[in-house]
C-alpha cells in the first residue's frame, strides 16, 4: 500500500489537533472564571490540566511529522471559540446561571469535534501502521469521551439551575398568555 498517499490528510488532521487545543488552552482559565456552577468549574480546571498534559505528551508526534497548529485556521473550531468568548465579553448581560449551560453546550460541540479529529488521525495513523502514536491518540480519545461522559452527567443539573434561577419576567415572555 503506498502511505504517501495518507501523509498529507494525517498532517492536517494534526494541525486541526494542535489548533484546537491550543485555542482551548488559552480560554479556558477565563471560562473557569466565569462559571457559577461549582462542579461545571471543576471540571473545566481538569479539561485545563489534561490539554496541557495532552499537549506535552503529543510533542514528539508533532516533531516526528513536523506538524505545527493552524493558527486558528480551523472553521469548526473557530466558531466555538468565537461563540465562547462572546459569551465571555458579555458576561454582564443575561442570566449567568443560563450563560453557563451554552457554555456546557459548547463544550460538549468542542469534545465532539476533538472525538471526530482524534478518530481520524488514529485511523490514518493504522494505516501508516504507526502503533505508538495510534495508542497515545487512542489514551487521548478515551480522556475525552470520559470528558464528555462527565458532561453530559452535568447538563441536567446546570439546566436545572438554569430554569431555577430565571427571573420571573423571562418566563413570561418566552410563554405569552394565550
Known sequence: MNTALFREPLLEELRNWIDAQAQFVLILPALCRAVRVRDLRKLLERQETRIARQMRSSQQIFEAFSVT??????????????????????????????????????????GHLQMATLRSVMLLCHLLEDRDTERMLETFLQEEIEGDRTLAELAPHVLWWCAAHRPEESWKSAFPPS
Open 69 to 110: 497548529a493552524n493558527d486558528g485556521n480551523n472553521p469548526a473550531v473557530r466558531a466555538i471559540v468565537q461563540d465562547l468568548l462572546a459569551l465571555l465579553q458579555h458576561k454582564e448581560e443575561g442570566n449567568p446561571t443560563c450563560r453557563n449551560a451554552r457554555i456546557l453546550s459548547l463544550l460538549r460541540q468542542a
